[in-house]
């Protein structure tokens, strides 16, 4: 193909692209629950936001965003529970959704069934 040409089909393509994102359906209004429980869940909500019409719609105020629960959230030091676990402890920690226990945590038999009740998921560290 001779540059000419390649260059033309090149701007033939951008034309008919360009008026196919301007002729997008409009972003979908109202409120998303978003789950960002990782580096990765987060780029990909950083990326969502970026793309041609969302960002427009947030700024004016027909689209927004509420933080849904996630599975497993990233835990630190402090998240990690050690000592004897009780049911009230448990039940203080009932929105964590996800429970990790140190080496030296005991869970008492009453704080394992208020788990369970409240469907919080136990983890046991090594």
């Known amino acids: ?21 301007a002729n997008r359906a ?15 869940d987060l780029q990909a909500f950083v990326s969502r936001l970026c793309s041609p019409g969302i960002i427009e719609s947030v700024r004016a105020g027909k689209l927004g965003f509420t933080l849904g ?7 630190s030091p402090g998240d990690i529970l050690e000592g ?26 009453l ?3 208020r788990a369970r009740k409240l469907g919080l998921k136990i983890e046991r560290r090594r």
């Open 1 to 21: 193909m001779k540059p000419e040409t390649s260059q033309e089909l090149r701007g033939l393509v951008r034309e008919v692209l360009k008026e196919a994102m």
């Open 26 to 40: 409009p972003p979908k209004q109202g409120v998303e629950t978003i789950r960002i429980g990782s580096d990765a």
């Open 69 to 75: 629960q996630t599975a497993s959230a990233p835990t």
């Open 84 to 109: 004897v676990i009780s049911e009230q402890k448990i039940s203080a920690l009932a929105t964590k959704g996800n429970l990790i226990l140190g080496p030296t945590a005991v869970l008492t038999p």
């Open 111 to 113: 704080a394992r069934d």
